[in-house]
């Protein structure tokens, strides 16, 4: 199995330490790179520099524990689940654990970024050593004070013990370690001797969340703040021609109107270029008022006309472009094993399925929004953003700043999904600001998120099998979508290395409707057309569904295909799990079954939906759930977000449509745009596959085999296979309840 | 702009408005009581919740020149200590994980609990079916408006 990413980073010189001018030590260490050679440690809390360190961890003369990393929390439970592991080989009780977010400075970052589920993979090996040569230095410390080896040394919970029984709380050293070596080559625990990891941690910002305390980007406020609503083409394809402010000037509380875009334009003119840059080149007409229910009445009041210069797409013509595609013959090969054409030629029969995905809007609860004060010496930014090392760069090159003049406070995200990875709201927010030379925060109604966003790819997949002696002997997935492609990986996914004959095909259709990352991008689809298709194989075969994929299994245990990215027998451990939680084939009569299992961010999951009907109709009442995400940091953060990714899963195969019509969005809020509700969900029971490998994100592998388990069960329950999202619009009724 | 009081938690606040301005924003942008969160505007999904005299209803919709003596309660004075029998539940089943849309899950819940005492899990459904999470954190918000339902009774 191929490994993406080397953690074995340098062990020396990732660390640095500082006695605090207030007592007690301060640890600055970086999780992939060494620090630098010149990077200074701070001496108070107060200049913690972020762009040296990747994070801090302060313990005071009292032994208390405070830990400050600028990881951005879009509520994965990084915030949580990453100072756990720290504090276990630090080998100090939690209760005396407080983690604090940092501010971002940004230079120098590895990996300051919330995506892809890679948070706790990446940071695993980093944070246990800085934990256990945290640890040491306290030990070595308290050594010498009792001039005895720090090997007759123990600790527990805080308290270092020497081989007398003499005890010294780790508040009693830290002055005298702040002044010893970094230890190179420091012991790791035995995973068996874990007291932290594994335990049940409730969320850190649970107080704070519970009685609503400000924590996310909205709630953020500064001196002299103006707040501003940006009105943008109502259809993609168009730029402002003209617009009169005369009402929304008269709107009370309005203070100006202006129009931004010639940043970007410059900035797109430059030649620079930046993944996390999706911004469309017109100009924006800006609605800067005292408060936030005058910015949105003054946009209302616009009178704004609009010229078309690129095509005004429709659904229809989004439709005919990927069937086109998939019909036609001009394709990137991702992968190719055998040769289809003879499996095709000489197979007993050949089946073809086509999947087709509509463009999904992220909907994340907190809609888009970012602080921003721009003067002559400096830029503060402060707000929700997947990528802040990005957005800090990107708005350094757009307003002519040296990286080090923007500083970017972070804050929680109410939900991130992708859609902020993508920083247009903070270069609006910067451009705005700049212009206007005040303190401003950028806010958005719902109504601007789901109708000028960067949506999930509208996807269609045709597979196409072989079979030829009860077997599957060839297998062609066509990939079309608009605005993208899958990412490199994926075709190394399962199924392949499992079929001889073998071939991932995909072409993209360039559309000026703005796509990029959705939760597990091209899996959250792609899993359901494949599980769903398996489905229907294991059907016209007339073998059992799970035991189907067991067999297919088989054949890819023991590869030598460095780029399968998953493990057959990790997949097989995680589908017998399932298999036997879930009781297959065994529930009580009325109830139907439908399997699924998905391998993607490197983790592994299979799972079970159970329907029963009610009057004819499929009622969903459990999905089971098997994890493979190797060693479970906090298991209460882990199964929160399976349970979550399961059901957002299932709420969007089931109910969440989007459509373009003459390049408006058809879906504008809540009223006609579904997103699952309670009354439709089911109840998710998750387990876990117990091993001591290293762990794996998250935050999306739940999601993908979601839709095909509730395809399949619903198959099951009625006879009937779904080949469209949403579901709802195939089954034709009004509503599926949990 | 006209002058404004209201009984927002037990206190008095007074304030300058527009007379359409929707409490939502006057407790966000007036009076810093920033736990009352905006999600659509429309209510369709709940994030904005507050109590006017114990009904649960939406501050996005309530203009603030309708508004006269009644008892306004939010999130920040549900309890005096973050111990509601909602708020400690919440807290026991570590329900959030962004969080965005709790405190208005969580002035759904109470309200509702101080009507219905003893729910069935039918009724809890329905109670909280107004309210999105994106997260889709609803087993757990479901768990947590049972056990707060217990606290309440015991």
């Keep these: ?738 | 702009m006209p002058n404004y009081t209201l009984q927002i938690n037990g206190e008095k606040k007074s304030f300058t408005a527009d007379e359409d301005t929707p409490l939502l924003w006057v407790l966000r942008d007036e009076l810093n009581l920033v736990g009352t969160k905006f999600g659509c505007g429309i209510a369709q999904c709940g994030a904005c919740t507050v109590h006017l005299d114990g009904v649960a209803v939406r501050s996005c919709q309530l203009q603030v020149s309708i508004l006269s003596d009644e008892k306004i309660t939010t999130i920040e004075g549900l309890s005096t200590d973050g111990k509601h029998p909602v708020q400690e539940a919440w807290k026991e089943l570590d329900v959030p994980q962004c969080g965005y849309c709790q405190s208005g899950q969580i002035m759904t819940a109470s309200a509702f609990l101080s009507q219905n005492k003893n729910p069935s899990e039918d009724d809890i459904r329905e109670a909280m079916n107004g309210n999105i999470c994106r997260c889709a954190s609803y087993n757990r918000i479901e768990n947590a408006v049972k056990v707060a339902s217990e606290k309440m009774s015991s």
């Design chain 1, 1 to 738: 199995m191929k490994s993406q990413i080397d953690t074995n980073f340098s062990r020396r010189n990732f660390l640095k330490t500082s006695a605090l001018v207030s007592g007690g030590l301060l640890i600055g260490f970086n999780f992939l790179t060494a620090c630098k050679a010149e990077a200074v440690m701070p001496v108070d809390i107060a200049s913690l520099n972020f762009n040296d360190f990747n994070a801090f961890i302060k313990i005071s003369d009292e032994g208390y524990v405070t830990i400050f990393s600028p990881n951005p929390e879009i509520g994965q439970g990084v915030k949580t689940s990453m100072p756990m592991i720290i504090a276990e080989e630090l080998d100090i009780d939690w209760k005396n654990v407080a983690v604090s977010q940092g501010s971002l400075d940004t230079n120098n970052f590895t990996r300051q970024l919330a995506g892809g589920s890679q948070s706790i993979r990446f940071g695993w090996d980093a944070l246990r050593q800085t934990g256990a040569t945290a640890r040491q230095m306290l030990v070595n410390a308290a050594a010498q004070k009792w001039n005895v080896e720090a090997s007759s040394c123990t600790t527990s919970k805080g308290i270092i013990t020497n081989a007398n029984g003499d005890k010294f709380g780790y508040g009693e050293v830290v002055n005298e370690a702040a002044l010893l070596e970094v230890p190179e080559d420091v012991k790791l625990k035995e995973i068996k001797d874990f007291t932290i990891i594994g335990q049940e941690i409730v969320n850190v910002d649970i107080d704070k969340i519970i009685t609503g305390k400000p924590l996310f980007g909205l709630d953020y406020k500064a001196d002299g703040m103006l707040y501003a609503s940006v009105l943008r083409p109502p259809a993609f394809g168009q730029v402002l021609e003209s617009f009169d402010a005369t009402e929304a000037k008269k709107v009370k509380g309005v203070l100006d109107v202006i129009t931004i875009g010639d940043k970007v334009r410059d900035y797109l003119k430059s030649g620079k270029s930046n993944w996390t840059f999706v911004v469309s080149e017109t100009d924006k007409v800006v609605v800067i008022a005292e408060n936030t229910w005058a910015a949105i009445k003054g946009k209302k009041a616009l009178l704004a006309t609009w010229k078309t210069v690129t095509e005004a797409e429709s659904t229809e013509m989004h439709d005919k472009v990927l069937t086109d595609i998939l019909d036609g013959e001009k394709f990137n090969t991702r992968r190719e094993d055998g040769d289809i054409k003879k499996a095709f030629a000489s197979a007993d029969k050949v089946i073809e399925k086509t999947y087709h995905s509509p463009f999904l809007p992220h909907n994340c609860m907190e809609p888009m929004n970012f602080y921003a004060n721009v003067t002559a010496e400096k830029v503060h930014l402060a707000g929700p953003v997947q990528t802040p090392e990005y957005a800090a760069q990107v708005v350094a090159d757009l307003l002519g700043y040296e990286l080090d003049k923007v500083h970017l406070d972070m804050t929680r995200m109410g939900g991130g999904f992708g859609r902020r990875l993508y920083g247009d709201f903070v270069y609006e927010a910067a451009e705005i600001s700049d212009a206007i030379k005040k303190p401003v925060q950028l806010i958005s109604t719902r109504e601007d998120d789901m109708t000028t966003g960067i949506y999930k790819p509208a996807v269609k997949y045709r597979i196409k099998a072989a079979l030829k002696d009860g077997k599957v002997s060839g297998y062609y997935l066509k990939e079309a979508a608009i605005g993208g492609s899958m990412y490199g990986a994926i075709s190394n996914f399962f199924p392949a290395g499992c079929i001889p004959n073998f071939k991932v095909d995909t072409e993209s259709y360039k559309s000026n409707v703005t796509t990029g990352a959705w939760r597990a991008p091209y899996t959250n689809f792609l899993a359901f057309a494949e599980q769903s298709f398996f489905d229907e194989l294991a059907s016209e075969l007339n073998v059992d569904t799970i035991q189907l994929r067991l067999d297919l299994l088989q054949n890819v245990k023991g590869t030598t295909d460095e780029k399968i990215e998953y493990s057959g027998q990790r997949m097989e451990d995680t589908i017998k799990l399932v298999r036997e939680k879930a009781n297959w084939g065994k529930t009580e009569e009325g109830v139907y079954q439908g399997f699924s299992a998905y391998y993607s961010h490197n983790t592994h999951v299979a799972e079970v939906a159970d329907i029963v009907l009610k009057d004819g109709f499929p009622v969903l009442k459990k999905v089971t759930v098997a994890v493979d995400c190797g060693i479970v940091v906090n298991p209460t953060g882990a199964r929160n977000q399976v349970e979550g990714g399961v059901l957002d899963g299932i709420g969007h195969a089931m109910y969440s449509d989007f459509s373009f019509k003459e390049g408006k969005p058809e879906f504008k809020n809540f009223d006609t745009y579904r997103l699952i509700r309670m009354q439709e969900t089911p109840k998710v029971v998750v387990h876990f596959v117990e091993n001591n490998l290293s762990p794996t994100g998250l935050g999306e592998p739940g999601l993908p085999p979601a839709g095909g388990a509730v395809a399949n069960a619903i198959h099951a329950a009625l006879g009937k296979r779904l080949y469209r999202q949403p579901f709802i619009k195939e089954l034709n009724k009004s509503s599926v309840l949990g």
